[in-house]
């Protein structure tokens, strides 16, 4: 064909070089094409126009739109009017109007009423004789006039079709290459052209159905109008199994005739598309060591979203240029998402979670981020959940300010020497808050409903504030402006929706003119099937050839079936395509991406849409052409297979470069050969020093002794923990607790002081240990007002019971305001159900025999923290000293309540809010030792003898049952040496830094906050290094064998 098309120019000049010549082509990538295409067939050439159909409607048609003082649509105008017109017209589509679905499906439609021909009267005029709703049909008639209307000041690409003026083309020639379909008023410029000067249409050789059928308007055309036809050059390229699939491919019978061999056609099966990509990589890299340069090459696909990217990374990462058609959406760049991120963020009512998203992405120049000082993403993030701030502006203001003030509380109580991570702090809510401040400012300034030029110049102000660069992205949604006076004022969210829109249309290349490689001349060429239309290259690569996908699944319009289309067609005169039963490109498509390789193709199809996703098979396409190139007809299920070397299937589990394949990358190179090699990729990953220490720390983990890679620390590091603040400042008894559960749990937490800051809309409801401390907090409170000679009981009832409601009402605002009570309407449910049983509590309290007359509550034992407070004139500054063997720890707490007599007998209460886990009198292996401490502690407190006393927990819930489990004075003396025995175990663990991960219980891992930091083999690691003289004391400790 080119070599025909080449001939009829040359014919054409053959009296005046300068003669003029148009040839209207099907794709924009064919006019560069041909222009180098001619110039090389021809020895150069002049004066030949190549145009779309769009522009030779304009060049026709735009003089007389002009004349008639009609405007030109911009850009997404079209679009952006469908959607306006759906969205005010009630009635049958009402339901779905607003949908940004259906705006798109009924700007198609409406295209295909312009290329058809069909004006708005006509259809109203063909609408009786449509099958299937009246409602619907009068309902889109309405909506077509109400668009028609809207747009009658303003002319298009279609309209200048109508308006064609055959004698503006100054032209001895019009060639038609490269077209496939021709619409109603495309056949009608042709028809007045073809009237006036000579008209050359240039098709495939006819082939049988259903290649042929996409050229059927063509086809039917030039019956119409009469045409000769004229054959093509004869093809005299050599035969190789290329050629011999591309003179079969999709005709039938298959021809018996034995295909030659060679490697001119490669066949890839790959796991996923990311190892497509890989494959087609390589097979770039081969087909270059054979001397055909990138620019000679090309990549096809069906689905650009899937393979662009990936094409766009892989390609990257192996030093191959290549030049993306579509270029890369603006969407997908920082840029983009950081503009739709501040578009999105003003319709979020600043919700926590998507300022810190927008936050973590943001560019923010200079002058902004300099009025924000120490701004920090991540920190901000830290103190936003610290605050327990979900969203809205109030409360970022409530719940910042609250925080700032317990900052600066702590550097009051800390001073003179207040830490510079404080101060640093404050500095960082006082930012945030500005921060929200302003967003919120610009939020509120912002009208709900505004005209479009207005809402651009908000956003205009809005992003230069925010995203650095964002100039060109302006200058190109400036243009939208200029659709003001097709639109009613508009709302923030359709506005939104037309900015994004915007934003997804545009391409990298064109507003930020980036482009790393240039069609057919520097690169490899990866575009979409459709641009590969009559394109030639050396050598091919066709991706994604699955079922399904391509060929894709013809579909009915939603909005005019192919009933009601064909009933349209015979009723107006005006052919309006069909969509299941009509043409199908789509063989035509693949037979003509076939022909596009000159020497080598590749054609390939991912078992899976991604890694261990759901499978997929091989296209009947891909089959038709393992069927040509083998002879025989080719199952889906035998296609993996077909003999190598015509099919190359990837292996899932391959992260390296096969044998005999060639590497992307050195780590790609190094990767295979560890697959492929193992002693020798050994020995290349022992020369990295990463490698080494990653090699210690696997054959210390397998080995049956305890090391520092466990958990255990160094003979030689240990003795430093007595320096260490974790282990030389006194802890609270449920820290030895939780080394008896867990030595890696105790490490983290207490040694490291890791912290996890859930994120506060993730908050469901109240947690246990914030509904916990809103229990204690409010019977401290309740019971040190009513002093020690006051405690509940009957006949006071109806005093005590509101005021304790009254404090925890308060107690349950404080958490609410810190943001830890979850979804409203659960935390509704929780508040009531704690106050029911708080009330339940008093009625069990004051139906208990007071035996003890003297009583303290919060008994502080240890000395003060620096932001604390204490009016117990029972508390000590002195920690209770445990020390056995040699060996001691410091023990602080609060003791919930203590009451005592004058005779020394003394009872422990400590009460709990959870569901009853222990059990009377039981150490459980230490991890129950907060009652028996307690008592030793309340006895070093008051000066008893801790003989006397008895402890208890009072689970002071529904959860607990309002159950007592207790630990008396009995228990403490028949328990004492084992106590002793318990205690000297764990002490000695802690202060010679034995932290291994060995929990009790494997439940507990499901509740631990580090759960993901642990070996998954936790458990099997523990049982394999039980014997370790310094694990194994631990291991007889939970035996009872101590």
Same mark, same amino acid.
């Given at each position: 064909?080119?070599?025909?098309?080449?001939? @009829?120019?040359?014919?054409?000049?053959?009296?005046?070089?300068?003669?003029?010549?148009?040839?209207?082509?099907?794709?924009?990538?064919?006019?560069?094409?041909?222009?180098?295409?001619?110039? /090389?067939?021809?020895?150069?050439?002049?004066?030949?126009?190549?145009?779309?159909?769009?522009?030779? #409607?304009?060049?026709?048609?735009?003089?007389?739109?002009?004349?008639?003082?009609?405007?030109?649509?911009?850009?997404?105008?079209?679009?952006?009017?469908?959607?306006?017109?759906?969205?005010?017209?009630?009635?049958?589509?009402?339901?779905?109007?607003?949908?940004?679905?259906?705006?798109?499906?009924?700007?198609?439609?409406?295209?295909?009423?312009?290329?058809?021909?069909?004006? @708005?009267?006509?259809?109203?005029?063909?609408?009786?004789?449509?099958?299937?709703?009246?409602?619907?049909?009068?309902?889109?008639?309405?909506?077509?006039?109400?668009?028609?209307?809207?747009? @009658?000041?303003?002319?298009?690409?279609?309209?200048?079709?109508?308006?064609?003026?055959?004698?503006?083309?100054?032209?001895?020639?019009?060639?038609?290459?490269?077209?496939?379909?021709?619409?109603?008023?495309?056949?009608?410029?042709? /028809?007045?052209?073809?009237?006036?000067?000579?008209?050359?249409?240039?098709?495939?050789?006819?082939?049988?159905?259903?290649?042929?059928?996409?050229?059927?308007?063509?086809?039917?055309?030039?019956?119409?109008?009469?045409?000769?036809?004229?054959?093509?050059?004869?093809?005299?390229?050599?035969?190789?199994?290329?050629?011999?699939?591309?003179?079969?491919?999709?005709?039938?019978?298959?021809?018996?005739?034995?295909?030659?061999?060679?490697?001119?056609?490669?066949?890839?099966?790959?796991?996923?598309?990311?190892?497509?990509?890989?494959?087609?990589?390589?097979?770039?890299? /081969?087909?270059?060591?054979?001397?055909? #340069?990138?620019?000679?090459?090309?990549?096809?696909?069906?689905?650009?979203?899937?393979?662009?990217?990936?094409?766009?990374?892989?390609?990257?990462?192996?030093?191959?240029?290549?030049?993306?058609?579509?270029?890369?959406?603006?969407?997908?760049?920082?840029?983009?998402?950081?503009?739709?991120?501040?578009?999105?963020?003003?319709?979020?009512?600043?919700?926590?979670?998507?300022?810190?998203?927008?936050?973590?992405?943001?560019?923010?120049?200079?002058?902004?981020?300099?009025?924000?000082?120490?701004?920090?993403?991540?920190?901000?993030?830290?103190?936003?959940?610290?605050?327990?701030?979900?969203?809205?502006?109030?409360?970022?203001?409530?719940?910042?300010?609250?925080?700032?003030?317990?900052?600066?509380?702590?550097?009051?109580?800390?001073?003179?020497?207040?830490?510079?991570?404080?101060?640093?702090?404050?500095?960082?809510?006082?930012?945030?808050?500005?921060?929200?401040?302003?967003?919120?400012?610009?939020?509120?300034?912002?009208?709900?409903?505004?005209?479009?030029?207005?809402?651009?110049?908000?956003?205009?102000?809005?992003?230069?504030?925010?995203?650095?660069?964002?100039?060109?992205?302006?200058?190109?949604?400036?243009?939208?402006?200029?659709?003001?006076?097709?639109?009613?004022?508009?709302?923030?969210?359709? %506005?939104?929706?037309?900015?994004?829109?915007?934003?997804?249309?545009?391409?990298?290349?064109?507003?930020?003119?980036?482009?790393?490689?240039?069609?057919?001349?520097?690169?490899?060429?990866?575009?979409? =099937?459709?641009?590969?239309?009559?394109?030639?290259?050396?050598?091919?690569?066709?991706?994604?050839?699955?079922?399904?996908?391509?060929?894709?699944?013809?579909?009915?319009?939603?909005?005019?079936?192919?009933?009601?289309?064909?009933?349209?067609?015979?009723?107006?005169?005006?052919?309006?395509?069909?969509? /299941?039963?009509?043409?199908?490109?789509?063989?035509?498509?693949?037979?003509?991406?076939?022909?596009?390789?000159?020497?080598?193709?590749?054609?390939?199809?991912?078992?899976?849409?991604?890694?261990?996703? !759901?499978?997929?098979?091989?296209?009947?396409?891909?089959?038709?052409? &393992?069927?040509?190139?083998?002879?025989?007809?080719?199952?889906?299920?035998?296609?993996?297979?077909?003999?190598?070397?015509?099919?190359?299937?990837?292996?899932?589990?391959?992260?390296?470069?096969?044998?005999?394949?060639? &590497?992307?990358?050195?780590?790609?190179?190094?990767?295979? $050969?560890?697959?492929?090699?193992?002693?020798?990729?050994?020995?290349?990953?022992?020369?990295?020093?990463?490698?080494?220490?990653?090699?210690?720390?696997? =054959?210390?983990?397998?080995?049956?002794?305890?090391?520092?890679?466990?958990?255990?620390?160094?003979?030689?590091?240990?003795?430093?923990?007595?320096?260490?603040?974790?282990?030389?400042?006194?802890?609270?008894?449920?820290?030895?607790?939780?080394?008896?559960?867990?030595?890696?749990?105790?490490?983290?937490?207490?040694?490291?002081?890791?912290?996890?800051?859930?994120?506060?809309?993730?908050?469901?409801?109240?947690?246990?240990?914030?509904?916990?401390?809103?229990?204690?907090?409010?019977?401290?409170? %309740?019971?040190?007002?009513?002093?020690?000679?006051?405690?509940?009981?009957?006949?006071?009832?109806?005093?005590?019971?509101?005021?304790?409601?009254?404090?925890?009402?308060?107690?349950?605002?404080? #958490?609410?305001? !810190?943001?830890?009570?979850?979804?409203?309407?659960?935390?509704?449910?929780?508040?009531?159900?704690?106050?029911?049983?708080?009330?339940?509590?008093?009625? $069990?309290? #004051?139906?208990?025999?007071?035996?003890?007359?003297?009583?303290?509550?919060?008994?502080?034992?240890?000395?003060?923290?620096?932001?604390?407070?204490?009016?117990?004139?029972?508390?000590?500054?002195?920690?209770?000293?445990?020390?056995?063997?040699?060996?001691?720890?410091?023990?602080?707490?609060?003791?919930?309540?203590?009451?005592?007599?004058?005779?020394?007998?003394?009872?422990?209460?400590?009460?709990?809010?959870?569901?009853?886990?222990? +059990?009377?009198?039981?150490?459980?292996?230490?991890?129950?030792?907060?009652?028996?401490?307690?008592?030793?502690?309340?006895?070093?407190?008051?000066?008893?003898?801790?003989?006397?006393?008895?402890?208890?927990?009072?689970?002071?819930?529904?959860?607990?049952?309002?159950?007592?489990?207790? %630990?008396?004075?009995?228990?403490?003396?028949?328990?004492?040496?084992?106590?002793?025995?318990?205690?000297?175990?764990? $002490?000695?663990?802690?202060?010679?830094?034995?932290?291994?991960?060995?929990?009790?219980?494997?439940?507990?891992?499901?509740?631990?906050? %580090?759960?993901?930091?642990?070996?998954?083999?936790?458990?099997?690691?523990? @049982?394999? +290094?039980?014997?370790?003289?310094? $694990?194994?004391?631990?291991?007889?400790?939970?035996?009872?064998?101590?």
């Amino acid at each position: 064909m080119e070599q025909a098309l080449a001939d @009829a120019v040359a014919a054409a000049k053959r009296d005046d070089p300068l003669a003029p010549v148009t040839i209207l082509v099907g794709s924009t990538l064919l006019r560069p094409y041909l222009q180098r295409r001619l110039a /090389t067939l021809l020895g150069g050439h002049a004066n030949v126009s190549i145009v779309t159909a769009g522009e030779l #409607a304009l060049r026709l048609g735009e003089a007389a739109m002009v004349e008639a003082d009609r405007k030109p649509m911009p850009p997404l105008a079209a679009r952006i009017l469908a959607g306006e017109v759906a969205r005010e017209t009630a009635g049958y589509f009402e339901p779905v109007a607003h949908t940004t679905g259906f705006t798109t499906v009924l700007h198609r439609l409406f295209r295909e009423f312009a290329q058809a021909g069909v004006n @708005a009267g006509a259809f109203r005029t063909a609408k009786p004789s449509l099958p299937g709703s009246a409602t619907k049909h009068a309902a889109m008639a309405e909506l077509f006039e109400s668009y028609e209307s809207r747009r @009658a000041e303003w002319y298009g690409i279609d309209d200048c079709f109508g308006a064609a003026d055959a004698t503006q083309l100054d032209a001895r020639l019009l060639c038609v290459y490269g077209v496939w379909e021709l619409t109603a008023t495309m056949g009608e410029i042709l /028809t007045r052209l073809s009237a006036t000067i000579d008209v050359h249409v240039f098709l495939p050789e006819a082939a049988p159905e259903p290649i042929d059928s996409a050229l059927s308007t063509v086809v039917e055309w030039l019956r119409q109008s009469s045409a000769t036809e004229a054959p093509a050059p004869v093809d005299d390229r050599p035969l190789t199994l290329l050629r011999h699939v591309q003179d079969h491919v999709l005709r039938s019978p298959i021809p018996p005739d034995t295909p030659p061999t060679d490697n001119s056609l490669r066949l890839i099966s790959a796991a996923d598309p990311t190892r497509e990509v890989r494959a087609c990589a390589r097979a770039c890299l /081969t087909w270059a060591a054979e001397g055909i #340069a990138f620019h000679e090459m090309a990549i096809a696909y069906r689905h650009p979203n899937t393979y662009r990217p990936l094409i766009d990374s892989v390609f990257r990462e192996a030093g191959i240029p290549v030049y993306l058609h579509e270029g890369t959406p603006l969407s997908e760049l920082p840029l983009g998402r950081r503009i739709l991120a501040i578009v999105d963020l003003l319709d979020e009512d600043l919700e926590r979670r998507a300022v810190i998203d927008t936050l973590s992405d943001l560019d923010l120049p200079k002058e902004t981020r300099e009025r924000y000082p120490l701004f920090s993403a991540t920190r901000w993030d830290t103190l936003s959940r610290t605050a327990g701030i979900v969203g809205g502006h109030a409360q970022w203001t409530e719940r910042l300010g609250q925080l700032r003030t317990d900052r600066e509380v702590q550097i009051e109580a800390a001073r003179p020497e207040v830490p510079q991570w404080l101060t640093d702090e404050v500095t960082r809510i006082v930012s945030l808050n500005a921060f929200i401040d302003d967003l919120a400012e610009r939020s509120a300034s912002r009208r709900q409903q505004a005209p479009l030029g207005e809402h651009l110049d908000h956003l205009e102000s809005l992003l230069s504030t925010y995203v650095r660069g964002v100039d060109p992205v302006l200058t190109a949604l400036r243009s939208l402006g200029r659709i003001d006076a097709l639109t009613t004022p508009l709302s923030y969210g359709r %506005f939104r929706d037309i900015v994004r829109a915007a934003i997804e249309g545009m391409r990298s290349d064109d507003v930020l003119d980036r482009r790393v490689g240039a069609f057919g001349r520097r690169g490899v060429n990866a575009l979409d =099937v459709n641009s590969l239309r009559h394109l030639r290259f050396e050598a091919v690569a066709l991706l994604g050839l699955v079922e399904r996908s391509w060929p894709s699944p013809v579909r009915q319009d939603p909005l005019l079936l192919d009933g009601e289309r064909a009933a349209l067609s015979e009723a107006s005169g005006r052919r309006m395509p069909l969509r /299941t039963t009509g043409d199908d490109p789509e063989p035509l498509q693949f037979a003509m991406a076939v022909q596009a390789a000159s020497s080598r193709l590749v054609a390939s199809y991912p078992r899976s849409d991604h890694a261990g996703g !759901r499978a997929q098979l091989p296209s009947s396409f891909l089959r038709a052409l &393992a069927g040509a190139a083998t002879g025989a007809v080719v199952s889906a299920e035998r296609f993996d297979d077909l003999p190598q070397p015509l099919l190359r299937r990837e292996r899932a589990a391959q992260t390296g470069a096969g044998v005999g394949q060639r &590497a992307l990358s050195a780590a790609e190179h190094l990767r295979g $050969i560890i697959e492929e090699d193992r002693p020798l990729g050994a020995a290349l990953l022992r020369r990295d020093p990463r490698f080494e220490r990653a090699a210690v720390v696997d =054959v210390a983990r397998a080995g049956r002794t305890a090391t520092e890679f466990d958990g255990v620390l160094s003979e030689a590091l240990a003795p430093r923990l007595a320096e260490q603040w974790a282990i030389a400042r006194p802890m609270p008894a449920t820290a030895l607790e939780k080394y008896a559960g867990c030595g890696m749990q105790f490490f983290l937490e207490r040694i490291l002081n890791v912290r996890v800051l859930e994120e506060p809309e993730a908050l469901v409801s109240i947690g246990p240990l914030e509904r916990g401390s809103l229990v204690h907090t409010t019977l401290q409170r %309740f019971l040190t007002e009513l002093g020690e000679d006051e405690w509940p009981r009957p006949a006071r009832r109806d005093a005590h019971v509101p005021r304790l409601l009254a404090i925890a009402d308060e107690e349950c605002a404080g #958490a609410e305001a !810190r943001g830890q009570t979850g979804f409203p309407l659960l935390w509704e449910h929780e508040r009531q159900r704690l106050l029911d049983d708080l009330e339940r509590w008093y009625d $069990i309290e #004051a139906a208990q025999e007071h035996d003890l007359p003297h009583r303290s509550y919060e008994l502080r034992v240890g000395p003060l923290r620096r932001d604390e407070t204490d009016g117990n004139p029972h508390s000590t500054d002195e920690p209770l000293v445990v020390e056995v063997g040699g060996r001691a720890l410091r023990f602080q707490g609060r003791i919930d309540r203590v009451e005592w007599d004058d005779a020394g007998r003394f009872r422990v209460i400590d009460y709990k809010t959870g569901r009853v886990w222990k +059990k009377d009198g039981d150490l459980e292996a230490g991890e129950a030792l907060q009652l028996p401490l307690y008592i030793r502690s309340a006895a070093h407190a008051l000066g008893l003898d801790p003989t006397g006393g008895d402890a208890e927990y009072f689970y002071a819930t529904r959860d607990g049952g309002f159950q007592r489990i207790g %630990f008396t004075h009995e228990d403490m003396e028949a328990q004492g040496p084992w106590l002793d025995d318990v205690l000297g175990t764990l $002490i000695t663990g802690v202060t010679t830094g034995v932290y291994a991960a060995r929990p009790s219980d494997p439940r507990l891992c499901d509740r631990c906050a %580090f759960d993901g930091l642990c070996d998954v083999r936790r458990h099997v690691l523990a @049982a394999t +290094k039980s014997a370790d003289p310094r $694990i194994a004391p631990l291991g007889r400790l939970r035996d009872g064998s101590v």
